[in-house]
């Protein structure tokens, strides 16, 4: 009987179970498990910040760097309390509107260029 050809004798309408000839596999006896030993982890390092750094004998420039995050984070936070009030984008001296390149060049510039020496000196 040929498989693909099936219910196209006449003499054969169901097809024969397959039977199988391969032998069948021994099971694999079990062994018992070696156990794995790993070295232990040694705890984490404490972070280093700028002013431990600076505590420990650290140079003065990370002091400073740390002064001008902050003064960069006080900043953006101000200028994150106009959009809030609906003033960014306005001079905080004369209240005209600051022009887009000034604010492209510097997001957090609270004044126009007309009185931003003023502010800032």
Known sequence: MNP???GTDATDDEPTPATSTTP???AIPAT???PVTRPPVPPPAAPVT???TADA???TADRLDLDAVAADLAAVEAALERL???TYGTCIACGDPIDDATLAA???AEACAAHLPSITG
Do not use: L, M, Q, V
Request: aromatic share 4%; charged share 10%.
């Open 50 to 52: 700028p002013a431990a």
């Open 106 to 108: 510097s997001p957090t």
């Open 84 to 86: 809030e009030a609906g």
């Open 24 to 26: 069948a596999i021994p």
């Open 4 to 6: 693909w050809t099936r």
């Open 32 to 34: 018992p498990a070696t």
């Open 57 to 59: 004998g650290g140079s």
